[in-house]
Nanobody, 117 residues
Framework: QVQLVESGGGLVQPGGSLRLACAAS????????MGWYRQPPGAQRELVAS???????NYADSVKGRSTISRDNAKNTMYLEMNSLKPEDPAVYYC???????????WGQGTQVTVSS
């Protein structure tokens, strides 16, 4: 079992950058895959990026090339850096963790990202 706490959301200007962090309550080296999802108002939750404990990353086309997902096992924290923020990026961003695909995922409570000038 793991508890996840996101931070780093807030108001960002268009074209700006942000860094989200997801702090885990236990060793993330035991977590097979961690990811960031987002849910815009009135829309379904969607995958933004994921990273396995082997370092394999996957990005949604909408953020590819302007986002970097990483995990720091020593700090038990996962990060998402996003650059060139666009009007379609505002959403609640959620941290997700899966020890294996045979077990249900864990979710954080989410952090709001707003893009506005």
């Amino acid at each position: 079992q793991v508890q996840l706490v996101e931070s780093g959301g807030g108001l960002v200007q268009p074209g700006g950058s942000l860094r989200l962090a997801c702090a885990a309550s236990s060793r993330i080296s035991n977590i097979y895959v961690m990811g960031w999802y987002r849910q815009p108002p009135g829309a379904q939750r969607e995958l933004v990026a994921s990273i396995t404990n082997g370092g394999t990353t996957n990005y949604a086309d909408s953020v590819k090339g302007r986002s970097t997902i990483s995990r720091d096992n020593a700090k038990n924290t996962m990060y998402l850096e996003m650059n060139s923020l666009k009007p379609e990026d505002p959403a609640v961003y959620y941290c997700n963790a899966r020890f294996s695909f045979s077990r249900p995922p864990y979710w954080g409570q989410g952090t709001q990202v707003t893009v506005s000038s």
